[in-house]
């Protein structure tokens, strides 16, 4: 291990890109590389338990080292909560568990306050998900009232201590995630539906290594000529808005290459082994964002397209829980709730840096404008145009990244003075668009009624 960081040093010193990042990406290209050998040559339950979680184990020791420990603990904790506590588990570990990581987002704050330094803080965020949801179809399995996707995922009979550990230890995902299931790990381990027969996993694996590399590309080579701080100088505030919008528009989808680059790898890793693998040739099963995602106005869109196996973690396990989805259905104001309260789960998993919050506060009004528009555009015609000429749809899809990307530097941006300072330099033009808009929607509740409901 030492002479494989001092070459990891060397060549961080040599390309300037940081020492944890190169030594995540070798652990990515590693998982890579077993995955292939995992698909040909591992058969039988026992085996694949056995040898993808051994890997697991080292690969994640290799990143975190000692901090591998925080894992296990919190791992064993788990199952004991859940053999406890039964059909009860699901909320005792999910607060537990968010405490836990939170705990870790504290520590890292007050020893590397603002700091993108990776510890194992990154690979709790992934395995929250993996042990709440285990919580939540464990109880399932002892509840008889489920929708149809909770009987699906339910866990009829709790795994052997043995079985829950390879799946949170899986070496597909082990490190940085996507998170998936107990049921799609289960099902991939004995081999059965869609991955009874899995075909070569090689030309998918090259195409999000295709992805990703292009993506670090971008972001290594374009980054300092966009650099994140100028949006809070007083240079920026001199220049226009239009100057500005179109300025910052490029910037953040640089910055977001950085994210796609890491996670295309992460889903690479995962892909070689076969876990992705959805049938009809697709490896779409477990993904983390959509490349196009830039190329969407829509802001729920946006969202299911942007770190896309959380989003469906918060949906199952979150906002579906909360209130029951006939609940929901019966009671807006519920389903209001359930809504927000996703909202504040998604900001405190992120950690506690306050522009997390300014961003998730934001986007959650962005998104309820979002709503009312469209129901506007179901119920009237006057929103027509946006969707038929060319130069309003490009109008719409500028307004709406440009409102949305402002949130995303706020988010980026961390602590208040360098927000506020953004702000002001933009005149707080998108904050009154947005705000005003919202307002006008909660006052006169335009278009927000259906011919019938007018009746």
Excluded at 190 to 210: A, F, H, M, V
Aim: proline share 3%; hydrophobic share 45%; with cysteine.
């Amino acid at each position: 291990m030492d002479l494989i960081d001092t070459k990891v040093i060397e060549l961080s010193s040599k390309t300037g890109i940081p020492d944890d990042q190169l030594r995540m990406f070798i652990a990515l290209i590693l998982c890579t590389l077993f995955g292939f050998f995992f698909k040909l040559s591992i058969r039988g339950r026992q085996a694949r338990l056995i040898f993808g979680s051994v890997f697991g184990v080292f690969i994640t020791y290799y990143l975190y080292r000692c901090q591998i420990i925080n894992v296990l603990l919190q791992t064993i904790v788990v199952y004991i909560m859940v053999k406890v506590l039964g059909k009860k588990s699901p909320w005792p570990v999910f607060i537990e568990s968010m405490i836990f990581v939170a705990a870790h987002h504290i520590y890292r704050q007050y020893t590397d306050y603002g700091g993108w330094k990776m510890d194992v803080t990154t690979i709790l965020m992934m395995d929250t998900p993996k042990w709440t949801a285990f919580a939540f179809c464990v109880s399932d399995g002892l509840k008889t009232q489920l929708s149809k996707e909770q009987e699906i995922r339910k866990i009829s009979k709790l795994p052997s201590f043995f079985e829950y550990f390879s799946f949170i230890f899986f070496f597909a995902g082990s490190i940085l995630g996507p998170c998936f299931d107990y049921y799609d790990f289960n099902t991939f381990i004995n081999e059965e539906n869609e991955y009874k027969n899995i075909p070569s996993t090689i030309k998918e694996t090259l195409r999000l290594l295709k992805n990703a590399l292009i993506c670090m590309g971008i972001f290594l080579f374009t980054e300092k000529y966009f650099p994140l701080h100028f949006v809070t100088t007083d240079e920026f505030g001199t220049y226009n808005i239009l100057y500005q919008t179109l300025w910052f528009n490029i910037m953040v989808a640089i910055q977001r290459t950085k994210y796609f680059g890491g996670w295309q790898m992460g889903e690479m890793s995962m892909a070689s082994c076969g876990i992705t693998y959805q049938g009809n040739g697709q490896f779409q099963k477990i993904k983390a964002v959509d490349v196009d995602w830039d190329l969407t106005y829509n802001m729920k869109d946006k969202v299911e397209k942007w770190n896309i196996s959380i989003q469906t973690w918060l949906r199952r396990y979150v906002y579906t829980r909360i209130y029951t989805e006939e609940e929901m259905k019966k009671s807006p104001s519920k389903q209001n709730i359930a809504y927000q309260m996703t909202y504040v789960v998604s900001s405190l998993w992120h950690g506690f840096y306050i522009g997390y919050y300014f961003s998730f506060f934001q986007w959650a009004i962005l998104n309820n404008v979002n709503k009312a528009i469209f129901r506007v555009s179901c119920n009237t015609n006057h929103l027509k145009i946006f969707e038929t000429n060319p130069l309003a749809k490009f109008l719409r899809w500028y307004l709406a990244n440009t409102i949305f990307n402002v949130f995303g530097i706020t988010f980026l941006l961390l602590s208040v003075d360098p927000i506020l300072k953004f702000y002001s330099n933009i005149r707080y033009i998108p904050q009154i668009l947005l705000y005003a808009t919202y307002a006008f929607f909660l006052i006169t509740k335009f278009g927000q009624k259906s011919k019938k409901q007018k009746e």
